[in-house]
């Protein structure tokens, strides 16, 4: 079941550039998109979300893009900073069914002084 | 801040062997989640819960496992039986209305030998 992708499973930014992360999802009928940032030992955190009506959403350094006619987003980061350092979840649900979530296999950013 | 709790942290035990994992919800939340993530590998969903029953639960929920919802409070995951491939971190997951964020609480890493 790979409804949801992050196919880099990690990431090296400097402090201060800008760190972009990528998920595709498979599943058309997925209309609303989370990002998760997770710690070793701790539950996902959620940062963003973005719905299908919308293709952008911003909240302070964090914004997600949302494709979906590449079935694409993106979560952009902008100054990075180390204690974004973690490893970052994309999550996705359906309008239909329990709003349960179909996670990607994460990416892990490391952001460095 | 209201958040979701978990509890034990960790928890050891025989193969075999019945298991109970309990989680309260935030208090004013009506949809309630149980995720898994083996080492290594992405957050997967067992089942959700509303209205006191199961409203979806995915292949690996199968009969050894059940939840339960005892009082008004807590949020149970039982199983039944522990296989050594039931080692895994378990996430309890909440939210108030559908559409809305899930928040989770910090886990419980299970290990069963």
């Known amino acids: 079941d790979q409804q949801v992708k992050q196919n880099s499973p990690s990431l090296s930014v400097q402090e201060g550039r800008i760190s972009i992360l990528n998920c595709d999802y498979t599943n058309s009928m997925f209309d609303y998109f989370l990002w998760y940032k997770k710690y070793p030992a701790e539950g996902p955190t959620f940062l963003i979300s973005?719905?299908?009506?919308?293709d952008k959403n911003e909240d302070g350094r964090f914004t997600v893009f949302l494709n979906k006619s590449a079935k694409h987003l993106s979560l952009h980061i902008v100054p990075s900073q180390p204690g974004d350092s973690a490893v970052y979840f994309c999550a996705a649900s359906a309008q239909t069914g329990a709003n349960n979530l179909f996670f990607g296999t994460g990416t892990r950013l490391t952001v460095i002084p | 801040e209201p958040e979701v709790t978990q509890t034990p942290s960790h928890q050891v035990t025989q193969m075999g062997q019945e298991v109970i994992l309990r989680c309260v919800p935030i208090?004013?939340?009506?949809?309630f989640y149980w995720y898994r993530q083996i080492l290594g590998q992405k957050v997967e969903f067992l089942v959700s819960?509303?209205?006191?029953?199961?409203?979806?639960k995915s292949e690996i929920f199968d009969d050894q496992f059940s939840v339960e919802r005892p009082d008004g409070s807590n949020f149970t995951l039982k199983i039944r039986s522990t296989k050594l491939e039931d080692s895994a971190m378990y996430f309890c997951a909440s939210i108030r209305g559908q559409r809305e964020t899930q928040y989770f609480g910090p886990g419980t890493r299970l290990l069963v030998l």
């Open positions: 973005i719905s299908s009506i919308k």
């Open positions: 208090s004013n939340h009506l949809y």
């Open positions: 819960f509303y209205n006191n029953e199961i409203s979806e």
